[in-house]
């Protein structure tokens, strides 16, 4: 047996346990960006191999967040449970197919019969989008709110009435399926929802429809792969 391997995992074990006990002693606020790898080596007195593997734990257990180029966020004081993880992931999926049955049609009776001022209000809220990245939190309440412009812009009174109730229930979830991936915002997922806005204002309602399936399918799909145990 190799007891070095045995002692760096061991040791990386331990140094995530610190961490997390720092974090819970209130040393950093949910959102904050905590300290580099050369500023926790030294203070953990452990190389920077190790606190990336411990920060690469807590991460995988929803505590902490890596933004590639930005650092290291707090997301959560106490980690998610592993079964709590894998029910929530399966009402994800359910809620993610509700929102393609919804959404979907949604978009495409929006390019039909939107107005100006639809138009304003869904630009508007894709900007806002685009600006609130900084917590996982937030960015699920301005994707929600840009959905919400769309499926108001729709005219359907029907459809708007079940996505308010669908998605103040299905909040948590949507903010879970973030933090399993570890991302609050890409430039990709940016990008998609303005093509959605694009074919909206051009008053195609196939394309608006089959971008809003391909991104929800896309979502889904992910989930489906976390829950399996591949990576997505």
Do not use: Y
Not at 176 to 198: C, R, S, W, Y
């Amino acid at each position: 047996m190799d007891m070095s391997s045995v002692h760096r995992e061991s040791l990386s074990d331990q140094v995530a346990r610190l961490l997390l006990e720092r974090i819970q002693a209130g040393e950093w606020e949910v959102g904050q960006k905590l300290p580099g790898e050369t500023t926790l080596g030294p203070q953990l007195g452990v190389g920077r191999s190790t606190v990336r593997e411990a920060i690469r734990q807590l991460c995988g257990q929803g505590v902490l967040l890596t933004r590639q180029g930005a650092g290291v966020f707090l997301h959560a004081v106490n980690p998610a449970e592993d079964w709590d993880a894998l029910v929530t992931r399966t009402n994800i999926t359910s809620i993610l197919e509700a929102r393609i049955a919804i959404e979907c049609e949604a978009a495409a009776l929006a390019a039909e019969r939107h107005t100006h001022e639809d138009m304003l209000a869904i630009r508007a809220a894709l900007k806002l989008r685009d600006a609130d990245r900084i917590t996982i939190e937030v960015r699920v309440d301005s994707d929600t709110a840009l959905h919400r412009s769309i499926v108001v812009a729709s005219h359907n009174e029907v459809l708007t009435e079940l996505f308010d109730t669908f998605a103040a229930r299905s909040r948590d979830a949507m903010i879970l399926m973030l933090k399993l991936n570890n991302e609050p915002g890409t430039e990709h997922d940016q990008f998609t929802h303005q093509a959605i806005v694009e074919a909206i204002a051009t008053r195609d309602a196939g394309a608006a429809s089959e971008l809003s399936r391909t991104h929800l399918v896309a979502l889904r799909d992910g989930v489906t792969h976390h829950q399996n145990g591949t990576p997505s």
